[in-house]
């Protein structure tokens, strides 16, 4: 990253990889869809299950995370502040590690622990990777950048 472009340079500049537009559109999809579902199967990934998890407030936590599963779902498929877009998510999958995938790896062992954290993982490594290399090569992050490049 250059020097003396400031913060907006460093979320925004990123590699010109034109292999990161598939990682942030599954991983973007994937969020966008598991939001969505918060909001349409309400009775298996709603409130319900919020509840289950030993949530108070379900009904927020519920509508909160599917808000912003869909919200920053759509920027990293977009690849518009995929850097910042990954924190949330990542924030939403410790969450999600700690209120649901921990205690079955305590309470049904290493093996079912495995089968059922293995998206989640997966997602947690995609995420890692847009917050170390940006959006790539199609992305609206690029696109700024090299604007902000010619402006200077």
Known sequence: ?????????????TGNDSKMIFARIITGLIFISEGI??????SMLGPAYFKEL?????EFWSKFT??????FGLLIC????????SIPLLIILTA???KANLPVLLDRG????AHEFRVDFALVMLLIMMVIHGGGKWSVDLKISEKKLETH
Do not use: C, D
């Open 1 to 13: 990253m250059k020097k003396g472009y400031g913060l907006i340079w460093n979320i925004l500049h």
């Open 37 to 42: 579902q918060k909001f349409m199967i309400v």
């Open 54 to 58: 030993g949530f108070g407030h379900p």
């Open 66 to 71: 599917g808000s912003f599963e869909i919200t």
């Open 78 to 85: 977009i690849g518009f502040l995929t850097r910042v877009a």
């Open 96 to 98: 999600a590690f700690f």
């Open 110 to 113: 290493f093996i079912t622990f």
